[in-house]
């Protein structure tokens, strides 16, 4: 049976106003008020951008979702999880100022932003799933704890992915720190000795004393291959930008790897998530980086879905139904970003197969 996806059209150049007239569309969808959520609390997943980006979902396209929600009787928040790079998002006051800034505000957008991950991004739980790569995964905590998920993506190209949209938003954007070291690294972390002030910080978070002192023509720390777990507290906790890890993860291993996340994400909460994927302001880039980028694809539409598999697929589909060439292609055509959604359709998180509905004004 197909999934169904929902498809509010927008014009190449829409208008604020038009957005908005599209998510209040989309929020009167019966499948989000069939979603058991009353009186319980919802994590609301955003992606409020760097301190320069500016094609990141606006607060104001934001509130209706949170009205909504609230009608329906539950307690929503808006939540993150903290960055692995080091910028305006890689730790919790950072992040939430930057929120702020960007106008995720509770007068804004009617309701709180809470970190997922805690302070330094490594509050989490380790939950167990039966992935083709992982047997556990490590999630932000209060993602788990959320009785509810609605999550909100603004559809991208991907420097590691080709494509970005809600699985990408739940894989890596709501994994801890471990997580996200996990989907990313393919060997432990080394320290540049040259960066090092020997402050010795790492040193006394290592969970397992991996961190040594060394000396030749200055003092410095050095990360223990054989010991070291991967955990990531020595890349939180340096302010001198002296660890590093290796970024190099092929694609294809990178996308299977962030899609099992999103088992641990979802897990329990399967019929209570909603989907909604904003195919405007697209990007080469997702909205990490910290600068104002030009517009890939003109504006499209929104789409919805209760299936984070079929709004990806039809997301990609609809790239390239606009421009002969799908958003990948577009944007970093040595990379495969199909991987991600039949891997996640293998796991049973979705199904590829979809009907368009679209939505007339």
């Known amino acids: 049976m197909k999934s169904k996806v929902y498809f509010m059209p927008l014009p190449g150049q829409s208008t604020p106003q038009e957005r908005h007239n599209a998510i209040k569309t989309l929020c009167t969808l019966p499948e989000l008020d069939s979603i058991p959520m009353k009186n319980e609390m919802v994590a609301v997943k955003v992606h409020v951008g760097e301190k320069k980006n500016t094609t990141y979902i606006k607060p104001g396209l934001v509130k209706p979702i949170i009205e909504k929600i609230k009608r329906i009787g539950a307690l929503p928040f808006l939540t993150e999880t903290s960055t692995l790079y080091k910028g305006e998002r890689s730790n919790a006051v950072d992040h939430i100022n930057c929120a702020y800034s960007h106008g995720f505000t509770p007068q804004n957008v009617g309701t709180s932003f809470i970190m997922a991950d805690g302070l330094l991004g490594n509050t989490e739980l380790e939950v167990d799933i039966q992935g083709r790569i992982f047997q556990k995964v490590h999630i932000a905590r209060e993602v788990v704890m959320a009785d509810a998920l609605i999550v ?210």
Request: charge should be neutral; proline fraction near 3%.
């Open 152 to 361: 909100l993506s603004h559809a991208t190209g991907h420097i590691g992915m080709g494509f970005g949209g809600a699985l990408k938003n739940m894989g890596m954007g709501l994994a801890s720190r471990k997580g996200k070291l996990r989907q990313h690294s393919s060997i432990k972390p080394y320290v540049d000795k040259n960066a090092c002030t020997f402050c010795k910080k790492c040193m006394r978070w290592c969970p397992e004393n991996a961190i040594i002192a060394k000396k030749d023509f200055k003092e410095y720390v050095q990360i223990l291959e054989e010991k070291c777990i991967g955990c990531g507290e020595c890349l939180t906790v340096c302010n001198y930008s002296a660890v590093h890890y290796n970024w190099g993860t092929e694609s294809a291993n990178l996308q299977r790897n962030m899609v099992e996340h999103v088992l641990g994400v979802l897990k329990n909460k399967r019929d209570k998530c909603f989907f909604i994927n904003f195919l405007i302001d697209m990007t080469l880039d997702c909205d990490c980086i910290n600068k104002s980028q030009d517009i890939l694809i003109p504006d499209i539409g929104i789409c919805a879905s209760t299936d984070p598999v079929a709004i990806d697929q039809a997301s990609i589909d609809l790239t390239e139904k606009r421009n002969g060439k799908h958003i990948g292609l577009l944007s970093y055509p040595h990379l495969d970003p199909y991987i991600q959604v039949e891997h996640a359709a293998d796991l049973g998180l979705g199904n590829r197969d979809y009907e368009l509905e679209e939505i007339s004004r």
